[in-house]
């Protein structure tokens, strides 16, 4: 048994957590994230040339660094701790997952793109009307000669409007909840036919609206086999749940230190808050849920590699404790700071905004704790 | 012990609700629904109409303008104006500095401000907290020395900060707490003061909270000269308007009609919010538990609330029992909350403050709108008027004796 991380992946934690001391602080995090474009791309040029973080993740042979899981997962946390906007779990996970599997050449030469930093991708997977399914879709997918002609509606597609690419599912087949006949498409967002529009998150990132009216695609566009990309859909998005737990404990570490900190040098009744009993205490529920967090994100990325049904058991049992960690924690970091942790100006309650929509990203904690039901207790009933 | 509306009660009632309906101002109710801000005038309006009918401060005595209504009555009124979405008559005014007029006022002063706060004439703001004096409120700084002006007239020179002074951008006066004698024991030294807000010297600066608002200000008094008969109450006695100010501050905060009219807009929503299992959210398990446990604490609030109320009419101010109110008031509210983001599902996410209404109106359901931002804004309930533990305390101290 061990869980110490390699020299590598600690040398790695070191060169992100040191860039993002000199270039993501909160003021300039802020300022960005005011920006028209809500972004830096220099940032995401330097995640790929100075730190190489890009690839960090991929084969060798693919002209990544050969890491995997665990070395996403350092980066992950380091960017929960800066509240990193750039859109690296859409990009690197999800895209670079999906296209890793596609195996042709169109889809290698994406990876390259993603890992040199020109490819961006946007992962265009829920509906209106279909809240965490992954399989509920009405956008569909027509053969059209060699190629497919794409048509609906995607809704709140993070980093859309920066991305380069859009990938998307789509039904080539089956009805409109089944998981046969699932298929994923990489969609150039230059393609005539995609109408997006673009609004920010409450979290400090940017999103959109999908339209796609008869876009016409090539052959290869699509990620996979036509109709069956559905085991491979669940299990990227289960590896991008453990991303996001990663960032999450990043996120709840600095809501955890920041409220400590605050309550030491806050003075009331002639002492520091953190003196008082009931305050300790909530500290230290909140360090317990920390702590719980970790370990379930550490399980989470231990198992990713596991066969499906025990993969999904333990990306959703990660969820669900984050889940309840980002909103206990989040909350209480605010109750602690009193007012001054209901003011913009203060890092805290960005923290607790990032944790919150968290709660919610790729399925809330229900959704998770009832895919757990199913998976764990359901099958031994 | 009985419940039962009588038939005058149900008259009432059919009385209020019409009125609602054929008197408040469209206009007001389609800006509602918009996630912009309310103007002064905006919130003056439906006051101003209940004010030419009588019924603006229906808790005040008859002599100043209550409605002299029975309890029942008052629980009517607010159930009809929470189920009619009208906007809330601002408490400053009306049921947090009133109440210490009439108790500790002076009849001049109680002629002179009370007509124009039940008319909606002055907007009042308070001057309580203080950056360095939050749950300790009386370590309050903010200094008033007694100085003759050169009008030979007795004034205090006030000089300090006050902070959290909600809509303050927006107040004619605001009722403050200052120390008038810095050697005794910090609550002996205090002092109520009512300041006219265009005096030379007030400089009222923004705080934007989380969820990208502007509510509350930091208020910054500069050589203010406040006329010596502006103090209600004696001097260094204002800890006892401040206490009795900050009980009825906390019977308010209970908000049960508001809270079970959000309850049954959050059950309207999850009628129509997909689940995962493409049946309605109210028909998922997990969700319709949430709901339903919900709607019992907010019962169980409810009654408590009618006990307090009932204490009151049989003469029994609102005591330190309030503190219950106020917790429970506020948990049920955040929570409403909660439950309120966790149903809009992706579409809590779009923060649409800023984004011009016609395109806001194609992103997601309307009802989803701005809910990320109602759940951040609602975490202040746990704060302010006294934070949870502070109302803790207080009922460990005066209710349980520990």
């Not at chain 2, 001057?127 to 002006?149: C, H, N, Q």
């Not at chain 2, 500069?222 to 006695?237: L, S």
């Not at chain 2, 992706?346 to 649409?352: D, K, Q, R, S, V």
């Amino acid at each position: 048994m061990d869980f110490s991380f390699t020299e590598e992946q600690g040398l790695l934690r070191d060169s992100v957590a040191a860039y993002l001391a000199d270039h993501y602080d909160f003021d300039k995090r802020r300022a960005a994230v005011k920006s028209a474009d809500g972004w830096r791309p220099e940032v995401w040029k330097a995640f790929a040339e100075d730190l190489g973080i890009l690839g960090a993740s991929f084969p060798e042979e693919l002209g990544g660094l050969g890491g995997g899981p665990t070395e996403t997962m350092v980066v992950m946390e380091e960017f929960g701790r800066a509240l990193v906007v750039e859109p690296y779990i859409s990009t690197v996970v999800v895209g670079g997952g999906l296209l890793r599997h596609a195996g042709t050449d169109a889809a290698k030469e994406l990876i390259g793109g993603i890992i040199g930093g020109d490819v961006l991708t946007a992962f265009a997977w829920a509906e209106p009307q279909g809240r965490y399914s992954l399989f509920d879709l009405k956008t569909t997918a027509r053969k059209d000669g060699a190629g497919w002609v794409l048509n609906g509606q995607k809704a709140v597609v993070v980093g859309a409007p920066w991305a380069t690419h859009l990938i998307v599912t789509a039904r080539t087949g089956g009805a409109q909840r089944d998981a046969q006949g699932v298929s994923v498409f990489v969609v150039p967002k230059s393609a005539s036919g995609i109408v997006m529009r673009d609004y920010p998150t409450v979290d400090g990132r940017r999103a959109s609206e999908v339209s796609f009216e008869n876009v016409r695609l090539g052959p290869e566009a699509l990620v996979g086999e036509a109709g069956a990309a559905a085991p491979l859909l669940e299990q990227v998005v289960d590896e991008a749940i453990a991303a996001t737990c990663a960032e999450a404990c990043g996120v709840l570490h600095k809501l955890h230190e920041g409220t400590l900190e605050y309550t030491k040098q806050r003075k009331q009744f002639g002492q520091p808050i953190a003196a008082f009993q009931v305050l300790q205490h909530r500290m230290v529920d909140m360090f317990i849920q920390v702590e719980q967090s970790v370990s379930m994100t550490y399980m989470a990325h231990i198992r990713v590699g596991e066969p499906a049904e025990e993969r999904a058991k333990a990306i959703s049992a990660a969820k669900v404790q984050i889940g309840r960690a980002c909103k206990f924690v989040g909350q209480n970091a605010i109750q602690l700071h009193g007012g001054m942790g209901m003011t913009d100006e203060m890092a805290i309650g960005h923290y607790f905004k990032r944790a919150t929509i968290i709660e919610g990203e790729f399925g809330s904690t229900d959704h998770h704790l009832r895919r757990y039901e199913r998976l764990s207790l359901d099958k031994a009933a | 012990m009985d419940l039962d509306f009588s038939p005058q009660d149900v008259a009432f009632r059919e009385e209020v609700r019409t009125f609602i309906a054929e008197n408040y101002p469209p206009e007001l109710r389609e800006k509602q629904k918009s996630e912009d801000a309310l103007s002064k005038e905006d919130y003056f309006s439906w006051h101003r109409i209940l004010a030419k009918k009588g019924w603006a401060t229906p808790s005040w005595p008859v002599e100043w303008g209550g409605t002299g209504w029975t309890p029942t009555q008052k629980y009517i009124w607010s159930e009809e104006q929470a189920f009619a979405d009208t906007i809330a008559i601002l408490p400053f005014g009306v049921s947090m500095l009133a109440p210490v007029l009439w108790t500790f006022g002076t009849q001049e002063q109680k002629e002179r401000f009370l007509p124009r706060i039940r008319d909606a004439i002055d907007w009042w703001c308070q001057g309580y907290s203080e950056p360095g004096a939050g749950s300790d409120l009386a370590s309050l700084k903010t200094r008033a020395e007694r100085i003759t002006g050169d009008d030979g007239k007795e004034y205090y020179l006030v000089n300090g900060q006050k902070t959290w002074t909600t809509l303050g951008q927006f107040a004619d006066w605001g009722f403050f707490l200052v120390r008038t004698d810095p050697n005794v024991k910090p609550q002996a030294g205090i002092s109520f003061l009512l300041i006219d807000m265009k005096t030379p010297g007030i400089t009222v600066r923004p705080i934007i909270t989380l969820e990208g608002g502007h509510e509350v200000n930091d208020v910054f008094l500069d050589n203010v000269k406040v006329p010596v008969e502006n103090r209600v109450f004696h001097e260094n006695q204002g800890w006892t308007c401040a206490k009795a100010l900050l009980q009825h501050e906390r019977s308010g905060i209970a908000g049960v009609a508001r809270s079970k009219r959000n309850l049954e807009r959050l059950r309207e929503v999850s009628r129509t919010e997909p689940s995962d299992d493409a049946g309605p959210l109210l028909a998922d398990p997990f969700f319709k538990r949430k709901v339903a446990e919900l709607e019992i604490d907010l019962t169980a609030l409810e009654f408590t609330e009618l006990r307090t109320l009932a204490g009151e009419s049989s003469g029994k101010g609102p005591g330190p029992e309030s503190s219950i109110l106020k917790i429970k008031g506020t948990e049920i509210q955040q929570r409403l909350t909660e439950l309120a983001l966790e149903a809009a599902g992706h579409y809590g996410a779009p923060y649409l403050r800023d984004v011009p209404h016609n395109l806001a109106a194609t992103i997601g359901p309307e009802e989803a709108h701005g809910v990320a931002g109602v759940y951040f804004n609602t975490r202040k309930t746990s704060i302010y008027g006294g934070s949870n533990e502070i109302q803790r305390n207080i009922i460990a101290k005066l209710v349980l004796g520990l």
